[in-house]
């Protein structure tokens, strides 16, 4: 009985290994996904993979899908090219709304540096339809979904960064 209770049980013991390497390979198998996923919406947006994922987690806040968030972040920095390159109505946009598309060694701006400034004239806008004009002249037809990321302004946005970093999900 003593050898069959142990055969038993190395027999239990290989299932529970098993087992537990096949999970360990699902999760190392998902974390590469994950991974993998977060690199290439980060180059399809043009902003680092870390903006990116705090910037998921803000949006995700304020109940804003990661599509829309890609869709608003594509069209901000096809908008800071078109400025870059001369575009006169889009470099107008910029302009009048006192956002800066150069930083201070005159390469253009990221999309994830200059969404703090967009938030901050969002916030300040007189009225819905203001708001929702800057939205849409900025991140397109969808704009006005990230609206509620943006509303509280550059600081807020911060304040939703910074906790993604502290939750360590950046």
């Given at each position: 009985i003593a050898s069959a209770v142990s055969g038993a049980m190395h027999a239990?013991?290989?299932?529970?290994?098993a087992v537990a390497a096949g999970s360990l390979a699902m999760l190392i198998t998902k974390a590469l996904e994950t991974g993998s996923a977060i690199?290439?919406?980060a180059a399809r947006v043009g902003i680092g993979t870390d903006a990116?994922?705090?910037?998921?987690?803000?949006?995700k806040l304020v109940g804003v899908s990661n599509e829309t968030l890609e869709t608003g972040l594509r069209k901000l920095n096809q908008r800071l090219g078109e400025a870059a390159a001369g575009g006169k109505p889009t470099?107008?946009?910029f302009a009048d709304l006192g956002i800066s598309i150069r930083d201070a060694s005159g390469q253009t701006r990221?999309?994830?540096?200059?969404?703090?400034?967009?938030?901050?004239k969002i916030k300040a806008g007189e009225s819905p339809?203001?708001?929702?004009?800057?939205?849409m002249e900025a991140f397109g037809e969808r704009g006005t979904a990230l609206l509620p990321m943006l509303a509280g302004g550059a600081e807020q946005?911060?304040?939703?960064?910074?906790?993604?970093?502290?939750?360590g999900l950046v």
């Open positions: 239990v013991q290989a299932v529970l290994v690199v290439d919406m990116l994922q705090e910037l998921q987690y803000a949006a470099l107008d946009l990221s999309a994830a540096d200059v969404l703090g400034d967009f938030a901050d339809a203001e708001r929702t004009r800057l939205a946005l911060k304040a939703m960064r910074d906790e993604a970093q502290r939750l």
